[in-house]
């Protein structure tokens, strides 16, 4: 089905990476996911290049007569999905960007949708024949709660992930460059973003503003110092579009994962106080131990685990993942992409939170 235009959002800096020298793909593309947050910023991308979209999701969160829609569930018990059949048909490209939030703690929907779902998405480009897939994957794919710095993507997955999307994300990565290697499946490459935001994101900014109006904003959790990578999602779009226009058969990205991040590391703290003070609220600045911290969040996360038989609990955004990320050193090497898909960001840091908090007026401060 097709939905009505709106008009979309003035082309801003997209326009300056659709000047590429690489050819685009001939054929539709298909976004899957393509009504989250990542998946519609990556169809407005495709879109500024002329590609034929189709986007394949739960739900149909935006309208825009060039793009043709095809709801339906990867997690569908059924011996595949036939909508998702209908919507790879004839393309040629697919974007696999549908995964739950990190936040969530469903343990059981990370393995349907990230695993189980990924699987489906192989077995359905095998079938209608699709050649290329790009994988939205994660460069918390590597991390365990420890100082990372300056990560190239040789480093080992986890052994030991924090948390359900971790885990998920590892065997989901896998599973799509394990395929891209076999005779029979489609071509396939991993973007592996940190930490991405930017408009109508709905994840680090409002939970960043809900926190502040509680009032748990107010420390810094450790002694502030940790260096961390953002990554803002015009960038994140440039990545999975330059690694889709590379993906050929003999080309050496075939098979393997790169980082995409804005590739300016920025100290995890001042990063959330400018977009605090940007958005109208007082920056942490007093310190607690991180240790103290943390073994709190542990201690509330293990408790939720031995009551959930009896009750529903959630540790919500307080988990030992989420104080590992908040204190520790975490920045990942964009060289490999730099080489291999020609990838430079195109909105700087200070920039793209500019836009960012301009993006929000409903979630300003009423006193700013």
Known sequence: MRGTSTGGRAADTRSLYFHSEVTKMKGPCVVIGGSGFLGRHLVEGLLQRDYVVRVFDLR???HDERVTFFLGDLCEKQPL??????????ATLVFHCASPPPSSNDRKLFYRVNLLG??????????????????????????EGKDIRNASEDAPYARRPMDYYTETKILQEKEVLGAGRSKDGPLTVAIRPHGIFGPRDPQLVPVLVRAAQKGQMK?????????????????VVLGHILAAETLKEGSPICGK??????????CFWKFMGQMLQGLGYEPPRRHIPYLLVYSFALIIYWLCVFLSPLIHLSPGTFTPMRVALASTHHYY???????DLGYKPIVPLDEAITKTIKSYPELHHRSH
């Open 60 to 62: 149909q969160s935006f």
């Open 81 to 90: 999905l036939q909508d998702l059949i209908a919507a790879l048909t004839g």
């Open 118 to 143: 990924t699987r489906t998405v192989l077995q359905a480009c095998r079938e209608c024949g699709v050649q290329h897939l790009v994988l939205t994957s994660s460069a918390s794919v590597i991390y």
């Open 219 to 235: 420390f810094i959790i450790g002694d502030g110092k940790n260096t961390v990578d953002f990554t803002y999602v015009d960038n």
């Open 257 to 266: 994962a790169y980082h995409v991040t804005n590739d300016e590391p920025i």
């Open 333 to 339: 090497s964009c060289e490999n992409a730099k080489r």
